[in-house]
Nanobody
């Protein structure tokens, strides 16, 4: 069973920074992509950033130049550095994984974490 657990959310001031972490567990040997989405109540979930196992990255237009995604393969962890935060960045941030392969040969096509709340307010 693959699990994704996010941490690092909280309250930040406009212009401030936060770092989110997502730890993937479950004897993972490979994955196609890991990333972050966010959602505000009443709105569609929005792609924030993604990273492939090879290290290629992609960002949503609203966060380009402000957020940075990275991974630590040894720790099975991805990070999202949020900088120059704006009130409109307030949302629940979800970690997700695509085509995660485990040591027992199973492939999990899509896995989501439980989310962590980021609030940007003065």
């Amino acid at each position: 069973q693959v699990q994704l657990v996010e941490s690092g959310g909280g309250l930040a001031q406009p212009g401030g920074s936060l770092r989110l972490s997502c730890v993937a567990s479950g004897n993972i040997v490979d994955f196609a992509g890991l990333g972050w989405h966010r959602q505000v109540p009443g709105k569609r979930r929005e792609m924030v950033a993604g990273i492939t196992s090879g290290g290629s990255t992609v960002y949503g237009d609203s966060v380009k130049g402000r957020f940075t995604i990275s991974k630590d393969k040894d720790k099975n962890t991805i990070y999202l550095q949020l900088s120059t935060l704006k009130p409109e960045d307030t949302a629940v941030y979800y970690c997700n994984g695509v085509r995660i392969v485990t040591a027992d040969g199973n492939t999990y096509n899509e896995v989501w974490g439980q989310g962590t709340l980021v609030t940007v307010s003065s």
